[in-house]
């Protein structure tokens, strides 16, 4: 995606949390993107009481920035869509883009800031990079984990991989996952009023 010639980008902040709309998924692993901007939203004082760009979106000032927080409604594998569509209508820089997204190759409850590289295999970020035609922007990402395989030589299918994203996290995963969605806000924090390089030392 590129902008027109003497588009004046905005310094507005947008942030999106990945995951699937619908009260089905809401506790799935999946959709640890989703719960974490919500609790980041909530204790910001933003709703999200509007639509746009096919999503459901909250604007608010947070630490002097202002700031958008967004959950595309297009599902997880299609969330590039409603990304570009807002960073186009909204003027973001990439720079100033930042995606939580659940990753599978780290640990429960651990997180990772990173900006650009690639998608990881993770569809939803893929499909954001493919959308914007760049891999510039922020991540947050929170391990969830990847599937045993059942027996010492068996492998994980595609199949069981989908089926363990999709279900929600077990009594014991959500008491880890708690105590990380507070730091994942606190993270997006530090990326806000000391930037980067301080997020990435303090929270990877």
Request: one cysteine or more; a neutral charge; aromatic letters at 6%.
């Amino acid at each position: 995606m590129k902008y027109p010639s003497g588009v004046m980008l905005t310094d507005m902040k947008l942030i999106v949390g990945l995951g699937n709309p619908g009260r089905g998924y809401t506790n799935n692993r999946h959709n640890v993107g989703f719960i974490c901007l919500n609790y980041f939203a909530k204790e910001q004082g933003i709703r999200f009481d509007k639509k746009q760009g096919r999503a459901r979106i909250g604007v608010g000032e947070v630490a002097g920035s202002e700031v958008m927080v967004a959950r595309p409604q297009t599902y997880i594998n299609l969330s590039g869509q409603s990304v570009s569509l807002l960073v186009k209508k909204f003027n973001i820089d990439l720079n100033n883009l930042l995606v939580i997204h659940d990753d599978l190759d780290l640990p429960l409850g651990k997180i990772r800031i990173r900006y650009g590289g690639g998608s990881g295999g993770h569809n939803g970020v893929e499909s954001i990079i493919t959308e914007l035609g760049s891999q510039d922007f922020i991540r947050i990402r929170v391990g969830i984990g990847r599937p045993s395989a059942i027996g010492d030589s068996a492998e994980i299918s595609e199949a069981d991989i989908i089926t363990y994203v999709l279900s929600d996290f077990t009594p014991e995963e959500k008491q880890t996952i708690a105590q990380v969605i507070p730091r994942v806000s606190e993270a997006i924090l530090c990326l806000l009023t000391e930037g980067l390089v301080a997020a990435m030392n303090k929270y990877n």
